[in-house]
């Protein structure tokens, strides 16, 4: 991308602590401080892609980028991370030495995600998100020490943002071919674009049209994750806007599942995902009741499934 851009990193939510979800290994909090690896990996790709880059502390006005002889500028916020660590006990043998014990292999799951705002010097601004899910098993640890928790969270992290950054090249090289997945957004950070105004900030409760009846509730967060509850279980994931022959397209990636885009159909009340990939012209699925707001207290920042009832 040719000019001169002003580049702003801001990664504050990615540190924290994580809890082993094992009752033989939970006797201590483990840390991770993703911040620092997370700025330079970023800045490193955005530097491959973009023909002059400065770095900044915060986002600067439309006058202030013109009077310092900017293009445009590039901010990018880090996403709270979804972090699980967990231990399973296995049994080891060694027949050579006649040793046997306990020890417990780890399992690190992340998924990490940004907001990429795109500014020119004229004030025009769009948004994407990207995000990266990975999953790492660690099969060497012993029991009492399960000591290999934190190299499972460092190589999973490190393999993430990999991934961050593979997203990140994949949607700057789509700017010149119409920007399918950049949200042209206001001053405020709202969407322009009609279909995400119409689904930004509201929860749909909707039934299958097809086949065994399901019933999932989504929610559209304002800041592009997407949270469907489905039976006892929430899943984070993201939903964009993108632009298509017929008008504007609703694309859903959800943790697992391939990503999948839909003609919308409904709105505002009756919301219907129409798949793209099919002759078929149905809905699969059709809301039968729109709320404001998130009110279903659905989780945003990491996928929650409630306690089975123990009998």
């Known amino acids: 991308m040719a000019g001169r851009y002003l580049l702003v990193i801001r990664a504050e939510p990615l540190s924290g602590a994580v809890a082993p979800s094992a009752y033989h290994c939970n006797a201590d909090y483990l840390t991770l401080d993703a911040a620092p690896a997370f700025r330079q990996s970023v800045e490193s790709q955005i530097r491959q892609m973009v023909a002059s880059v400065e770095l900044g502390p915060a986002p600067l006005s ?11 500028q590039i901010v990018v916020d880090a996403l709270p991370l979804d972090l699980g660590l967990d231990f399973e006990r296995r049994f080891w043998f060694e027949r050579r030495y006649f040793i046997e014990f306990w020890h417990a292999a780890s399992t690190a799951e992340i998924d990490v995600a940004a907001r990429i705002s795109l500014q020119d010097r ?3 601004m769009w948004q994407t998100r990207v995000a990266a899910e ?8 012993f029991e009492f020490a399960c000591d290999n928790g934190a190299e499972a969270l460092g190589t999973t992290t490190h393999d993430a943002l990999v991934g961050l950054n593979a997203a990140i ?10 920007a399918p997945h950049w949200l042209a957004v206001d001053g405020a950070g709202q969407p322009v674009s009609d279909l995400a105004a119409a689904l930004a900030g509201k929860t749909f409760y909707l039934h299958t049209t097809a086949g065994e009846p399901v019933s999932v509730v989504d929610y559209f967060d304002p800041n592009w994750r997407f949270v469907r509850r489905a039976g006892r279980c929430d899943r984070v994931g993201s939903w964009s806007v993108r632009g298509g022959t017929a008008g504007e397209e609703l694309c859903l990636n959800l943790p ?25 012209e149905r809905p699969v699925l ?3 009741k729109t709320r404001d707001g998130n009110g279903e207290e659905l989780g945003l920042e990491s996928r929650h499934c409630k306690a089975a009832i123990p009998f």
């Open 256 to 280: 697992g599942e391939k990503s999948s885009c839909f003609a919308v159909a409904g709105l505002p009340e009756e919301l219907a995902y129409v798949p793209l990939d099919s002759a078929d």
């Open 62 to 72: 439309t006058a202030e980028l013109r009077a310092q002889g900017f293009d445009g």
């Open 134 to 141: 990975r999953t790492w098993r660690n099969g060497d640890g």
């Open 286 to 288: 059709t809301a039968w």
């Open 122 to 124: 004229s004030g025009a």
């Open 169 to 178: 090249a994949e949607r700057f090289a789509s700017l010149g071919a119409g």
